[in-house]
């Protein structure tokens, strides 16, 4: 109901909602704010609440991809969208590079105490620092990106077959 209505007061109650002892109405509710600023870019949400509450999740909860995925949705409200997505999809690929960048750019955008928490979560240890910056890091993420597109668009050209 909250989402349908993408006003501050709204999104104010959204927030709310992600401190709820049930997981299922936490999980909605971080897509809900989510879609609501997709609709309107002029909330606010603060970006202390919001880390907050991505610490308290991975306080509180048992490892599993269901989490994380939770994890990096709630982040998302707080910091760039797209690199985040990719920058998960990378840890979880099998692209060594690309996985490596994906975890120096968290290692430079993610506050300590969250950096810190969700490591052991994606199964790793502290990345090593390259010095590059992290606009260098996020646009080769955001290029990476359209790759895994084309490559995604070619294995459902292959298994679909020639047209007709």
């Known amino acids: 109901m909250l989402a349908a209505a993408p006003s501050q007061r709204a999104a104010d109650g959204l927030m709310l909602a992600l401190r709820d002892e049930r997981f299922d109405l936490r999980y909605?509710?971080?897509q809900a704010l989510v879609r609501l600023r997709q609709r309107n870019a002029s909330l606010q949400l603060d970006p202390a609440a919001v880390f907050a509450v991505a610490r308290q999740e991975l306080e509180r909860a048992r490892p599993s991809s269901r989490i994380v995925d939770h994890?990096?949705?709630v982040l998302s409200l707080a910091l760039?969208?797209?690199p985040l997505e990719i920058s998960l999809r990378a840890v979880r690929g099998s692209d060594p590079g690309l996985r490596g960048t994906a975890l120096e750019y968290l290692d430079n955008v993610l506050p300590g105490a969250i950096r810190?928490?969700?490591w052991?979560?994606?199964g790793i240890d502290?990345?090593?620092a390259s010095g590059r910056a992290r606009d260098?890091?996020?646009d080769e993420l955001l290029r990476s990106s359209s790759r895994w597109g084309r490559s995604a668009s070619r294995r459902r050209d292959a298994v679909a077959?020639?047209?007709s």
């Open 28 to 30: 909605r509710a971080a």
């Open 71 to 73: 994890v990096f949705t």
């Open 80 to 82: 760039e969208r797209e």
């Open 116 to 118: 810190e928490g969700i």
């Open 120 to 122: 052991p979560w994606l």
């Open 126 to 128: 502290r990345p090593a």
């Open 136 to 138: 260098e890091m996020r």
């Open 161 to 163: 077959g020639p047209p």
